[in-house]
């Protein structure tokens, strides 16, 4: 019996021991198998519409490798493959792989071609202009500056009563208005009066121009200087003059002491050079020289400016414009070369080079389609003369090749070449 007892009291320390191991085993089975609500790190902000924290959700979204959704409110790192689940109508994403490929699309044939498909929508017809719609401007409008300059309105009117009056400051007024006449608002206001742009004009012509006085500019190469700035990258102010043009031509420079005056045409298609004086030598007769040769170079600026204007510009070709402007290349004193010069980039400028704007085919006159043969003749001596003229200069300068005269020559006799491949010679 007490054997008995004995073995009994020493299995209670194992039964107890066996019986805890059981309870912690079974404690830990149960807490592994059941699934528990990840808790997110402490630094992760989390976006809670909820009081149930199982319903948050980070703010910035957090990709793995498989697609998840994206909430509405949440924040896409960047470079993640996004996509729109078109069963649910939401938006996805996850880790892109540029590797990986698309399931859905493999089987399916690729092109890459461009179908240009169509369009069923008739063209829109083109708006109605109304009867009395102003006319459309393509240059805009001259803005007006903040503050007008009063010493221009001044001026502008001592130039329209003309050098008559002996207490007007008229080369003050002229030098003023000539450094502000390449402002386009003011250019603009220079040629908007008749009576400005004829007393500029017969100041330009004045085969009389009084000597200036030390240092100064003579008025005429004042008058067309003025002429030209106001007429330069100002097309508006170059359709004013168009518009008068013809009222210009046919108006009278007024004339002091009772001479005869002097019609604008008249002075305007005048010769350039004017005849030199016997006594060709001394000090004097090179003044008159070299103030010949800046009054030609200050008119065929003004001259360039004027004939963008394809009106002023047939005008002076059938008035024998061009004969003209060959004149100044005639004269072999150094002094005209600036002249020359500027005479050969206008000719190139206005009727041979397409990259300066020219209009080809309106000059040389020269043409084989001409039905009239002595008008053809007499074209293509009027363009020969224009040849001769150049290859001399040319010739002159035969160690620049990139001289002005080469160009010219070049197109003037291209131009020559196509037309006489044209025409028989028999009918020359």
């Known amino acids: ?74 924040e896409l790192p960047p470079g993640l493959h996004v996509r729109l689940n078109i069963n649910t109508g939401k938006k996805e994403a996850k880790i892109n792989d540029p590797t ?59 130039v329209k009563k003309g050098p008559h009056g002996s207490d007007l400051p008229m080369d003050e007024a002229l030098e003023f208005l000539e450094d502000i006449s390449h402002d386009i608002y003011y250019g603009l206001k220079i040629t908007e009066t008749f009576d400005t742009v004829k007393s500029l004009f017969c100041l330009m012509i004045d085969p009389k121009t009084p000597a200036p006085s030390e240092g100064a500019v003579p008025r005429d190469q004042q008058a067309a200087a003025i002429i030209s700035g106001a007429l330069q990258n100002n097309p508006t102010a170059l359709e004013e003059v168009t518009k008068v043009w013809p009222q210009l031509m046919d108006s009278s420079c007024r004339s002091l002491h009772k001479a005869p005056q002097l019609k604008i045409r008249d002075g305007f298609y005048a010769s350039f050079v004017r005849s030199s004086p016997e006594n060709g030598a001394g000090d004097a007769a090179k003044h008159d020289v070299l103030r010949a040769a800046n009054k030609a170079k200050a008119q065929v600026a003004a001259i360039k400016g004027l004939i963008k204007s394809p009106t002023i510009r047939d005008d002076f070709i059938a008035n024998k414009g061009m004969d003209r402007l060959l004149e100044v290349l005639a004269p072999e004193d150094a002094q005209w070369e600036t002249a020359q010069r500027k005479t050969g980039q206008l000719v190139l400028d206005s009727f041979l080079d397409e990259n300066m704007g020219a209009d ?69």
């Open 360 to 428: 080809v085919g309106v000059w040389p006159l020269f043409k084989a389609s001409e039905a009239d043969r002595s008008k053809r003749v007499a074209d293509r001596v009027s363009d020969e003369n224009w040849k001769v003229a150049v290859k001399a200069i040319m010739e002159k300068n035969k160690g620049d090749s990139s001289h002005w005269s080469r160009d010219l020559y070049e197109r003037l006799d291209a131009h020559e070449k196509a037309q006489l491949k044209m025409i028989g010679k028999d009918e020359l």
């Open 1 to 74: 019996m007490a054997s008995r007892r004995s073995t009994r009291t020493s299995l209670l320390p194992f039964t107890i021991f066996m019986v805890v191991l059981g309870l912690v085993f079974f404690a830990s089975s149960a807490s592994a198998s059941s699934p528990s609500a990840p808790s997110p790190s402490a630094e992760v902000e989390l976006i809670c519409h909820t009081d149930n924290p199982s319903e948050c959700y980070p703010k910035i979204f957090q990709p793995t490798e498989e697609f998840q959704l994206v909430h509405d409110d949440q």
């Open 100 to 158: 990986e490929k698309n399931p859905e699309l493999e089987g399916l044939p690729v092109d890459r071609s461009i179908v240009v498909v169509d369009s069923d929508e008739a063209a829109p017809a083109e708006a109605q202009i109304p009867k009395d719609a102003p006319k459309y401007e393509p240059v805009g409008v001259v803005k007006q500056p903040k503050q007008e300059s009063g010493e221009f309105y001044t001026s502008l009117e001592y």
